[in-house]
């Protein structure tokens, strides 16, 4: 597969005595925008896919100047072949799913059509809602026929403007799994506007730090999660680990569940899914404990090994990732931080009960 288009942009946009002034690269993969409501997240997804009209800068995708003030450039939001999927899906409600990514099928040209309308309702695991229409689907099911009808257009950027906005957990983390399918198999990059930082840490490959107009941090989503998670904070928001896994056991008759993720096993309680089945696992941070030593005679049924990959404080709470054969984050005290002597490359156990753990099935 040839190298996915790299998205550059340098732009200012004045506005409602608000000021735009971003410049940002963005690579193959998902690159999640976040920051607090009014930072400028959604103007800036508006202008790379020609909604909104910069005042002066440039916006190239791929090395094709979608607009250019010095140059006089500005495509017609048509001609710059991205996909967006809005916040609230934004489908023709009179039409149904199927007849709504049809739509976006139809109004490409056939020489620059690269995915099946079927193929795609596979993908997303829609095909048993497209044929019913949009007042009828749950907040979830809009979401992936709008990714749905996006993606029938072969765009070279997908745009997703806050995908997970009032979606319950269950759905929340189908539509996360299905993002990360769609990363997976077609290659294309996104733009992930999110003020969520779980979302942020679960699904993005680079993320960019947005506040009051302007870029405050870029990289890894785990590096720049300091600024994100102090705005979480102060919103009373929590922390919560999104993993994919496989039932490995659906437990019952007083026998816990297991399900495999990445080479780690949880132990949770009985499962409803069938084992094999494709799930997403939950555990928030703050319900994770970190020991030095094997804790013994402990209720807690889940004690895994791992190494601590990185250690970082925010507001008197400290976050500590640890790889136990797949990435995990815990909440604990900057007290704890130093009493343990926790720091990169320091062998740890994580401890969590089975009952702190969601999983839903993908």
Known sequence: MSAAPALELALQRAYSGFTLDVSIKCGPGITAIFGPSGS????????????ARPTRGRIALGGRVLFSSEEGINLSPERRR??????????FPHLTGRENILYGYRITPPSERRFDPGDLI?????????????GSLSGGEQRRVGIARALATSPNLLLLDEPLAGLDLRMGGVVMSHLRRVRAELGIPMLYVSH?????????DDAIVLAGGRVTAQGKPSKVALEAVAGMRSEGGVLENVLEGTVADSGGDNRPGRVTVGNAEFVTAPLDATPGSAVSVYVGAAEIILARERPVRMSARNILPGR????????????????????????VTAAAVGELGLAAGVDVFMVFKSTSIGVVES
Request: negative net charge; proline residues 1%.
């Open 196 to 204: 969520d930082v779980t979302s942020v840490l679960a699904l993005a």
């Open 122 to 134: 596979q993908l997303l695991g829609i095909g048993h809602v497209v044929d019913r229409r949009p």
């Open 40 to 51: 400028g997240k959604t103007t800036t997804l508006n202008c790379v896919a020609g909604l």
């Open 82 to 91: 991205i996909g967006y999927v809005f916040q609230d899906g934004a489908l």
């Open 308 to 331: 601590i990959l990185e250690v970082w404080s925010v507001d008197g709470s400290a976050y500590v990732t640890v790889d136990i054969g797949t990435h995990v984050i815990s909440e």
